[in-house]
């Protein structure tokens, strides 16, 4: 189908997002090292989730997905923090982009129904109170969410060559997501 990126690059901003820009989906490449952060469960989501690893695929099944996609747009949270101890402030940096990822990929699915979306974003999909995982399928595998990370994609690498910052200066903090379409 043919997709229209200016127009969803503009409702992705209508729908909250602080900075989006184009993706060039060849700049898309997962890597095991990076998966192997996930593994360490720094973020306490490894092996809780069916958006996060070892559920989401291994990093050669995300690689084969990723190319089913044609395009797609990195979209970017950004806060102003009071200090580097201003945990009140990471928090909701984290819930602010979480919504508005949700809200995103709703918009997406009532809109572009015949499109092809992937939502990639920050952290473990918070989409249910609980996930059912590993008890039962995921309840909305429409609004599944996974980390880039957990796509072994290397966040910062991947701004830099799509140019847009990855940090936006001294004392702000900046949560990266993105969708692919086809
Ligand atoms: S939609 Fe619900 S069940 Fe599916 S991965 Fe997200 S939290 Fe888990």
């Not at 952290?123 to 008890?135: L, R, S, V």
């Amino acid at each position: 189908m043919s997709i229209n990126i200016e127009k969803l690059a503009a409702e992705a901003l209508e729908n909250g997002f602080d900075f989006v820009t184009d993706l060039d989906i060849s700049t898309m490449n997962p890597m095991d090292e990076v998966r192997d952060m996930c593994a360490v469960d720094k973020c306490h989501a490894y092996n809780k989730n069916w958006s996060c690893p070892p559920a989401c695929g291994t990093v050669s099944e995300c690689a084969a997905e990723i190319k089913t996609y044609t395009t797609g747009l990195i979209v970017q949270s950004t806060i102003t923090l009071e200090d580097e101890f201003d945990f009140e402030g990471i928090q909701e940096l984290g819930v602010r982009h979480g919504k508005t990822s949700v809200a995103f990929t709703k918009f997406l699915r009532e809109n572009y129904p015949d499109m092809k979306v992937l939502p990639l974003t920050a952290g473990g999909c918070t989409f249910c109170k609980e996930c059912t995982y590993p008890d039962a399928p995921c309840r909305f595998p429409d609004m599944r969410m996974s980390p880039l990370e957990g796509y072994g994609i290397f966040v910062s690498d991947l701004c830099t060559k799509n140019n847009i910052p990855y940090n936006r200066g001294k004392g702000t903090l900046t949560y990266v997501g993105a969708f692919l379409f086809a």
